[in-house]
């Protein structure tokens, strides 16, 4: 599947972004999804997941209580909404996929995703 993540921007600290995730060249809904960032000058990190149908959720502790993963599956669609941000949130974040059919596996590990959308900036200014 491809991926085009969208929706980063400038943001004041304490604001809010949407992040977008649009997927296109299959099945949307067998695949599950997860978020990373990748902050200037670090390595790669988990921000959120979920499964086939978004039932079942996980969250890396930086933004646990502030971010929520979602999915659209008939707008083929997945979302990261980011409130309360901060400027240690300033990343390239980066949706990724993995077939699942419809399991409700979920996945923590860059390495365990097949499929990876561009990356979309996020800056938060303090």
């Known amino acids: 599947v491809q991926l085009q993540a969208s929706g980063g921007g400038l943001v004041q600290a304490g604001g809010s972004l949407r992040l977008s995730c649009q997927a296109s060249g299959g099945t949307f809904s067998t695949y599950a999804i997860g978020w990373f960032r990748r902050p200037p000058g670090k390595a790669r990190e988990f921000v959120a997941a979920m499964n086939w149908n978004g039932g079942t959720t996980y969250y890396g502790d930086s933004v646990k209580g502030r971010f929520t993963i979602s999915r659209d599956n008939p707008k083929n669609t997945a979302y990261l909404e980011m409130n309360t941000l901060r400027p240690e949130d300033t990343a390239v974040y980066y949706c990724?996929?993995?077939?699942?059919?419809?399991?409700?596996?979920?996945?923590?590990?860059?390495?365990?995703?097949?499929?990876w959308g561009q990356g979309t900036q996020v800056t938060v200014s303090s």
């Open positions: 990724a996929a993995r077939f699942v059919l419809h399991s409700d596996s979920y996945y923590r590990q860059d390495s365990d995703y097949d499929d």
